[in-house]
């Protein structure tokens, strides 16, 4: 059975920093890619950041750059999303997404490649 397990979403003040995990399991991690994707209440669905396993290839939504840090750690199945200087615009569900299999920078931000998703986590950040 495959799992994504969020974890790590909470209530911070702007500025402040969480790091949220991603446990995975069920598949062959170390071939897959995992995005983080979230949705604010009322909003559409948006991506933020995305790793390829395979390879340690990181990409980042012009929103986030500069201030979150998606990483994995192999041994664990695990895909972590850092988030430092969070704003009040970065609150939402945050979900993480995976493929079974290695994503190109062409089809990595498209939610519609990924084959199966998490039941997401809150984060909401105070003004």
């Known amino acids: 059975e495959v799992q994504l397990v969020e974890s790590g979403g909470g209530l911070v003040q702007a500025g402040g920093s969480l790091r949220l995990s991603c446990a995975a399991s069920?598949?062959?991690?170390?071939?897959?890619?995992i995005g983080w994707f979230r949705q604010a209440s009322g909003k559409e669905r948006e991506g933020v950041s995305y790793?390829?396993?395979?390879?340690?290839?990181?990409y980042y939504e012009d929103s986030v750059k500069g201030r979150f840090t998606i990483s994995s750690d192999n041994a664990k199945n695990t895909v972590y999303l850092q988030m430092d200087s969070l704003k009040p615009e970065d609150t939402a569900v945050y979900y993480c997404?995976?493929?079974?299999?290695?994503?190109?920078?062409?089809?990595?931000?498209?939610?519609?490649?990924?084959?199966?998703w998490g039941q997401g986590t809150q984060v909401t950040v105070s003004s």
């Open positions: 790793i390829s396993v395979s390879d340690g290839s990181t």
């Open positions: 069920g598949f062959t991690f170390d071939d897959c890619s």
């Open positions: 997404a995976a493929a079974e299999h290695f994503l190109d920078t062409t089809v990595i931000i498209t939610p519609e490649e990924y084959d199966y």
